[in-house]
């Protein structure tokens, strides 16, 4: 079994109606914004594309089968405590993070005055430095659900050794 892998992750949630008042929360962090994202856990889109990457790299399949949404018990969870499940799984099986790097995909809200709140956050709980979890965003020119603002969507590619 080699010693280093990567992986790949990707999720996807609409935003809450006007009307619904729900925190949006973003890599374990509530943002200031007007909406929240609809999901049975915190719906942390940011959280769920990193946990599929690491959960994809080290070959335990991904979220849904961990965490499924038809269970009761994951009805609000916190995605940063579904996290630190995720990487006690990594460690029994002697995986650490090398790196992370993690994107928003979405036209609002702007994360770079939460980019470093976000690192410091998440970097504790894979193990690394905070230099080696990036976190970053990009818009979609305004194009598809995203640019429409209906929701967000992020993609995340993780590092992973053998300890």
Same mark, same amino acid.
């Given at each position: 079994m080699? #010693? &280093?892998r990567v992986g790949q992750g990707f999720d996807v949630h609409r935003f809450t109606s006007p009307e619904e008042h729900r925190p949006l929360l973003l890599m374990g962090c509530e943002i200031p914004h007007d909406r929240g994202l609809v999901g049975h856990s915190d719906a942390d889109v940011? *959280?769920?594309? *990193?946990? @599929?990457?690491l959960l994809g790299a080290a070959g335990l399949g991904d979220i849904g089968q961990h965490?499924? @949404?038809? @269970?009761?018990a994951f009805k609000g969870a916190d995605s940063a405590q579904l996290l630190q499940r +995720?990487?006690?799984d990594l460690a029994e099986r002697g995986w650490q993070v090398v790196n992370a790097d993690v994107c928003l995909i979405g036209e609002r809200p702007k994360i770079g005055p939460h980019r470093q709140r976000m690192r410091d956050r998440v970097a504790p709980i894979l193990g690394v430095p905070s230099e080696s979890l990036n976190v970053k965003a990009t818009t979609t020119e305004k194009l598809g659900f995203t640019g429409r603002?209906? #929701? *967000? !969507?992020? =993609? !995340? +590619? +993780? *590092? &992973? =050794?053998?300890?």
């Open positions: 080699t #010693g &280093i940011m *959280l769920h594309a *990193l946990m @599929d990457a965490f499924p @949404d038809t @269970d009761p +995720v990487m006690g603002g209906e #929701g *967000l !969507a992020a =993609q !995340a +590619v +993780v *590092l &992973i =050794q053998r300890g």
